[in-house]
Nanobody, 116 residues
Framework: QVQLVESGGGLVQPGGSLRLSCAAS????????MGWYRQAPGKERELVAR????????NYKDSVKGRFTISRDNAKKTVYLQMNSLKPEDTAVYYC?????????WGQGTQVTVSS
């Protein structure tokens, strides 16, 4: 079992920045993929960014490339999502996810609202 605790969401004006954090409850020694998904009202949950543990390879949704950066601190068991140049269409609940041993684990979600 892995618990994920997110933090860092909030209200920001267009063009602003936020950093989301996701802390895992335990150290994970095996291969995994960890990332962020988001779900806006009336829409399906979608992948925003993820990072692979062994290679460090990252994937991004096209609309966030160049604006969002995913990174990790293995010592702190934490993954971050730095979000810059935020747009109203980035408004959603953001969920941390880790996929390990064929199982998906999810955080509770954190609201990000981009509005003037």
């Amino acid at each position: 079992q892995v618990q994920l605790v997110e933090s860092g969401g909030g209200l920001v004006q267009p063009g602003g920045s936020l950093r989301l954090s996701c802390a895992a409850s335990r150290f994970i020694s095996s291969s995994y993929a960890m990332g962020w998904y988001r779900q806006a009202p009336g829409k399906e949950r979608e992948l925003v960014a993820r990072i692979f543990s062994l290679s460090g390879t990252t994937n991004y949704k096209d609309s966030v490339k160049g604006r969002f950066t995913i990174s990790r601190d293995n010592a702190k068991k934490t993954v971050y999502l730095q979000m810059n140049s935020l747009k109203p269409e980035d408004t959603a609940v953001y969920y941390c996810n880790i996929f390990i041993a064929s199982i998906n684990y999810w955080g509770q979600g954190t609201q990000v609202t981009v509005s003037s």
